[in-house]
């Protein structure tokens, strides 16, 4: 269903010149090697610190009474929100809501566990390397080769526990300036290789090879400390949020035997690898700690199986990862696969085939069904979009969204069917609390941009018209801000705030008061963020 948009959400950021993406690749990697990469100057953890003889006895450390000062919290904000903007601008996405929400509802049970304070933001790189990260101000970004390696949503929420104890121990800040200068070197290293690995996979390389021998060790890389710190509560974090322990050994197996095939084939370590060095000590140490929890029966194993198989379907659709063929084969045994075929069919324009993939998902028991929702509810709805029925569309997601009013993509879903209904006001009441909930949303900002943009169009009321064009231009501000294009949302809110100071000598002058101070405060918060510099 949302397909029929890219072309003006953005999604897929433009290619730069050659030239640029270099530039800009040297320019963060001499940041990255500004500064020292010694374990003495990382958090004194101690290297034994792992080591446990009781794993019931774990407790997540209490970092109460060492909490950082106003100036340090307002400093990790700012960081994060510059990485976000930085990383929306530079790479290329996966913005597929229903994956989105899912890996956003796993980040976000496994933080519970170690911090009072949600995630600033979850990004899904459309990428095929395993990598992931974590950034201050509690950015988590994940690739979706990760996704495609893992075997199982156990194996997945490892990687994340992994970057939110990164996060939760505060690997990345502490008082000391050369500390400071490690978390600058890290981040800047991080967001050089992301943009890097986004264009041209040999860049990164170089990118993260100028890093490696800029200093003894990587200028990415954690401690061994710090590693051994993030494996040990990364595990317990996992194993309180009710995932499998011996997920994570399981997965670094899997990142163990990719490495060593690499290096055979003389080709480079997957970022994750180079950026969290994985030893055979790392990976002998997880399988022990693992072996210290109690074993979970066949039927704990597989609580999360359905959902994952969903997901991973889901990723090789939307990425474009996978063929007819593959498709069809696999949904003899997937469901996942099942409805992933029948997205394919859709965007295919092969509709015939399509509704026989439904016919045969709709002939399984209730209870079956029910486990496939709502995504079953997602895929009919966007195979019905893709053929211009935008009312049936609206009532088959209104079912869902009154079952899940919380859930995020079917608020989006919903909202696009409602817009291209000629129903903008009701679109717009389900989108602004998801901006309310996450600034960053990029995606509900353009869906808000788009409901205003048919509001302006077909209302009868010019006085309805001229706010709806106003707030049209403010919301492509927000998408442009958080795409880290600062000149152009500066440029919309310009646009915003002129047509708005033209209606002051109308009879909307009252509503142009209040308007015009929100475009103020926008302008001044978009001038702070471009000014910002890490």
């Known amino acids: 269903m949302l397909s ?21 690749s040297m320019m963060l990697l001499a940041m990255a090697s500004g500064a020292h990469s010694r374990e003495s100057q990382m958090l004194p953890f101690a290297d034994s610190s792992w080591q446990v003889t009781d794993p019931q006895t774990l407790d997540l450390p209490n970092l109460r009474g060492q909490g950082l000062s106003f100036a340090e919290q307002y400093q990790n904000k700012m960081l994060g929100e510059w990485s976000l903007q930085n990383i929306n601008g530079r790479v290329r996405m996966e913005h597929d809501p229903w994956v989105q929400e899912t890996i956003k509802d796993m980040t976000w049970r496994l933080n519970a566990q170690a911090r009072q304070q949600a995630p600033l933001g979850v990004v899904i790189i459309d990428n095929p390397s395993i ?13 979706t080769g990760t996704i495609l390696s893992a075997s199982s949503m156990d194996e997945l929420a490892s990687v994340v526990a992994h970057e939110v104890a990164h996060i939760s121990q505060r690997h990345y800040e502490s008082g000391a300036d050369e500390r400071k200068k490690a978390l ?3 981040l800047g290293g991080m967001l050089a290789a992301i943009a890097a690995s986004a264009v041209d996979g040999d860049a990164a390389a170089a990118v993260m090879m100028g890093s490696q021998t800029a200093s003894m060790n990587s200028s990415m890389a954690f401690s061994r400390s710090n590693e051994r710190e993030a494996d040990r509560v990364g595990m317990q974090i996992m194993t309180q949020a009710g995932y499998d322990p011996r997920a994570m050994p399981r997965f670094f197996a899997t990142m163990n035997q990719q490495s060593q095939l690499n290096q055979v084939e003389n080709q480079f370590l997957p970022s994750f690898v180079r950026s969290h060095p994985l030893s055979n000590e790392r990976l002998s140490e997880s399988q022990s700690r693992a072996q210290q929890y109690p074993a979970l029966s066949l039927s704990q194993q597989q609580r ?55 016919a045969e998902i709709n002939a399984l028991s209730s209870t079956q069904r029910q486990n496939l929702e709502p995504l079953l509810s997602i895929t009919h709805s966007q195979l019905l979009s893709e053929q211009g029925k935008w009312q049936q569309t609206v009532d088959v997601l209104e079912s869902q969204q009154r079952l899940y009013p919380e859930r995020r993509d079917l608020r989006l879903y919903l909202a696009e069917a409602l817009t291209n209904s000629n129903q903008p006001i009701k679109a717009q009441a389900l989108l602004k609390p998801l901006t309310e909930q996450q600034p960053s949303d990029r995606y509900a900002w353009q869906s808000l941009q788009l409901a205003n943009e048919k509001l302006a169009k077909t209302t009868t009321s010019p006085q309805l018209a001229n706010i709806a064009t106003i707030n049209a231009l ?47 405060a926008e302008l001044k918060a978009i001038k702070t963020a471009k000014d910002f510099k890490p």
């Open 4 to 24: 029929k948009q890219k072309d003006k959400r953005h999604f897929m950021s433009v290619a730069l010149p050659n030239s640029i993406k270099v530039g800009l």
């Open 131 to 143: 990598n992931a990260f974590a950034a201050p101000g509690g950015v988590i970004g994940i690739n």
């Open 474 to 520: 403010r919301y492509r501000s927000y998408d442009q801000l958080w795409n880290g294009r600062y000149e152009s949302a500066l440029t919309s809110l310009t646009q915003a705030k002129q047509l708005t100071e033209n209606l002051q000598t109308t009879d909307q002058a009252n509503s142009a008061r209040p308007l015009l101070a929100n475009i103020n």
């Open 304 to 358: 999360h199986q359905a959902l994952f198989d969903l997901l991973y379907w889901r990723v090789q659709v939307t990425g474009k990862h996978a063929s007819e063929v593959t498709l069809t084969t696999a949904a003899k045994n997937s469901l996942g696969a099942k409805l992933a075929l029948m997205h394919w069919y859709g965007e295919q324009q092969r509709f015939t085939d399509a509704n026989k993939v439904l």
């Open 184 to 186: 600058l070197m890290q």
